[in-house]
């Protein structure tokens, strides 16, 4: 796990950005693991002004959603296939075919999960991974105590999610209480994931990702068994760390050609 320490969100939206690029010009048709919440919007502000200032093609990549509110109406704003399009997708030239979401509407949900898990493989697995983390530690939907090798599946939110995601609906009722989201299993298995966080809200969570045991009470801290996690975090979030000077220390004299 490499955490990096990080002046504020527009340096955190160029770190990810710069991972991005990289991958996209070794494989331009690169499957990208896209996450809502406003954690990685920097990063894809700074991918639309490269895609429209410095010519930055998605248009062999293609894309995953993390999860998705089940029973919000089809082109519901709020629906994460909607916010997703609107942050990211229309800003640049990816096949909107080519950009997939769980399907928070379908009647059978066990099948609609399987085969999102199934479109996943046969796209050849997620080669880079954004990701958020919720106040409490949870990893796109998977709330605490969520299995550790959990698949594509529905979940029913804590009450802190509900009350963290009210303020992008008119009233708190309106936040559903279901949602599908892809396994901490299903999430292990990208081949690079870089995790946002900024704000002292989440810094308790930060703590607990990368300095406390791994535990299914803080999903996130299973990244702690990934081979190419990265945390990107703001001095905010990075405050609860014991370690965060050797992460600044190491992050300093990193040789140059490593890249995140
Ligand atoms: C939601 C999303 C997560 C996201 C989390 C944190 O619950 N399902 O993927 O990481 O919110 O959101 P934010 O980045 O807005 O703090």
């Given at each position: ?33 896209l ?6 919007l920097?990063?894809?502000?700074e ?54 979401g769980p ?7 066990p099948?609609?999960c399987?085969a ?6 046969s ?20 709330e ?8 594509t ?12 995601n ?31 966080a ?5 810094a ?18 299973l990244l ?26 190491t ?10």
């Amino acid at each position: 796990m490499e955490v990096v320490v990080l002046p504020g969100s527009g340096a955190m939206g160029t770190a990810a950005a710069d991972a991005v690029e990289a991958l996209l010009h070794d494989k331009p048709d690169a499957v990208l693991g896209l996450a809502t919440g406003s954690s990685p919007l920097p990063v894809y502000d700074e991918l639309a002004r490269r895609h429209t200032s410095e010519r930055l093609e998605f248009s062999s990549a293609s894309a995953f959603t993390l999860d998705e509110y089940v029973g919000l109406s089809a082109g519901h704003p709020q629906s994460y296939r909607e916010v997703i399009r609107r942050e990211f997708t229309n800003r640049v030239d990816i096949d909107p075919d080519r950009v997939h979401g769980p399907d928070g509407g379908a009647t059978d949900i066990p099948a609609a999960c399987a085969a999102y898990e199934r479109a996943m493989v046969s796209a050849g697995g997620v080669d880079l991974q954004l990701l958020g983390v919720g106040t409490d530690g949870h990893l796109a939907f998977n709330e605490p105590t969520s299995s550790l090798a959990s698949r594509t599946r529905i979940k029913t939110l804590t009450e802190q999610t509900r009350k963290d995601n009210a303020r992008f609906f008119d009233h708190p009722d309106e936040v559903p209480g279901h949602v599908i989201t892809q396994g901490l299993g299903t999430i292990m298995e990208a081949r690079h994931v870089i995790l946002l966080a900024a704000g002292g809200q989440k810094a308790e969570a930060v703590r607990d990702l990368v300095e406390g045991p791994v535990a299914a009470r803080c999903p996130a801290s299973l990244l702690q068994f990934h081979s190419h996690a990265t945390i990107l975090v703001d001095e905010a979030a990075a405050s609860a760390l014991k370690l965060a000077d050797y992460y600044r220390y190491t992050y300093d004299h990193k040789p140059a050609w490593q890249g995140l």
